[in-house]
C-alpha cells in the first residue's frame, strides 16, 4: 500500500465556513504526517477588488492587511493548540487563483493544497469562476477539497 507523506501543506483561507473547516482538517492531516511535517496558512488579498474603488488609498489595504493578521495569528494558535510545532501563514496580495494555484506552492514548497469547497452556485461559477475549481485543475501538487458536509 502507497504509504504518502505531505511534510508541507498549504491552507488558504479567506475567513469562510468552508475555509474554517478545511483550515481544521488540514490541522488533523498535518499532526497525521508527523513532526515534520508544516502547516503553511495562507490569505490572499484580492486586489481586483480594490480596483473599482473611486475613493481608493492606502488605508484600505492597510486596514483589510490587518483585519486578515489578527484572523490568522487566530490560526496559527488554533494550530499550535492542536499540537502543531511548524505552522506559518503568509498574505498574498493579487489574484487568489493565480497565488493559490502556482505562486504559494512554490514559494512554500507545497506537496499539497487542501482547499473549502466553494461557496458559489452554478451561475456564479459560470460568471466569475471558481478558485477551488482552477487550483483543482491546474495546481502542480495534489490538491485535497474539503467539503462542508
Request: net charge negative; aromatic share 4%.
Amino acid at each position: 500500500m502507497l504509504d504518502q507523506r505531505y511534510l508541507n501543506i498549504l491552507i488558504p483561507v479567506d475567513g469562510s465556513k468552508e475555509a474554517e473547516l478545511a483550515l481544521d482538517k488540514a490541522i488533523a492531516v498535518t499532526l497525521r504526517n508527523g513532526n515534520n511535517a508544516h502547516l503553511h496558512i495562507l490569505h490572499v488579498i484580492d486586489t481586483r477588488a480594490f480596483q473599482n474603488v473611486s475613493s481608493f488609498d492606502t488605508s484600505m489595504v492597510e486596514e483589510v492587511s490587518e483585519t486578515a493578521k489578527k484572523t490568522l495569528d487566530g490560526y496559527v494558535e488554533k494550530a499550535k493548540a492542536a499540537g502543531i510545532t511548524n505552522v506559518s501563514y503568509t498574505i498574498e496580495y493579487g489574484s487568489p487563483k493565480a497565488v493559490i494555484a502556482k505562486e504559494a506552492p512554490k514559494a512554500v514548497n507545497a506537496d499539497l493544497i487542501m482547499i473549502g469547497a466553494t461557496g458559489l452556485n452554478t451561475v456564479e461559477r459560470i460568471l466569475i469562476g471558481s478558485v477551488t475549481e482552477y487550483v483543482t485543475r491546474v495546481a502542480d501538487v495534489d490538491v485535497l477539497v474539503v467539503r462542508t458536509k
